[in-house]
């Protein structure tokens, strides 16, 4: 698959750690990735400009665009109010990974788009089937949802490297206030 715009894939990023080698991968598999950092559930503003800042530097190494959100975390107060108390992993996570796949579904279409990813799979703390099952979902006749198991052929190893090569940002949480108390 050649890189040209039919072959843009927009793939939400969480921070630059868990992006390095996903953006990498795309690229090899013929996708000109476009990276969205839209993450309202980290619980700083402070967090929010470590991760981006880490995100700018896995950008210019990949020579990838970038765009981002202003950071709102009330907005991820309001979409998980009443699953505060829920267990990490549990449903208030569900519904943080849905309200950033489904912003990142709707910034796709808006830059026309058809496809679009998260980094967010690469961690072993997450579940692949349950964040694939949410895209899937979000998809529709015009959006589809690349589900690619980024773990998969040492990849949470390589993207831990990079980011140490390039000396980025490592938080020790998930981002929000709740992924403190595990």
């Known amino acids: 698959m050649a890189q040209n715009e039919n072959n843009k894939i927009l793939i939400h990023a969480c921070c630059g750690i868990c992006s390095g080698y996903p953006i990498q991968l795309l ?3 013929g996708y000109s990735p476009v990276v969205y950092f ?3 559930n980290l619980d700083t503003q402070e967090e929010y400009n470590k991760r ?6 896995v950008c210019m190494y990949h020579w990838v665009d970038l765009i981002t959100e202003e950071y709102n975390h009330e907005e991820f107060l309001n979409y998980v109010k009443g699953l505060e108390l829920e267990p990490e992993k549990g449903k208030r996570c569900d519904k943080c990974i849905e309200l950033r796949l489904k912003k990142a579904g709707k910034k796709a279409k808006e830059l026309g788009i058809n496809k679009f990813t998260t980094s967010l799979v690469i961690s072993p703390h997450k579940n692949f089937s349950k964040i694939s099952e949410i895209g ?4 529709s ?6 589900s690619i198991d980024f773990k998969k052929k040492d990849g949470f190893l390589k993207t831990n490297n990079l980011s140490k090569e390039l000396g980025l940002y490592r938080q020790n ?6 992924s403190k108390h595990v």
């Not at 949480?173 to 709740?178: L, Q």
């Open 27 to 29: 690229k090899d598999m």
């Open 38 to 40: 839209y993450n309202p």
């Open 52 to 57: 981006l800042e880490a995100q700018k530097i």
């Open 136 to 139: 899937k979902f979000l998809s």
């Open 141 to 146: 006749e015009d959006l589809e949802y690349i």
């Open 173 to 178: 949480y998930c981002g929000c206030e709740f």
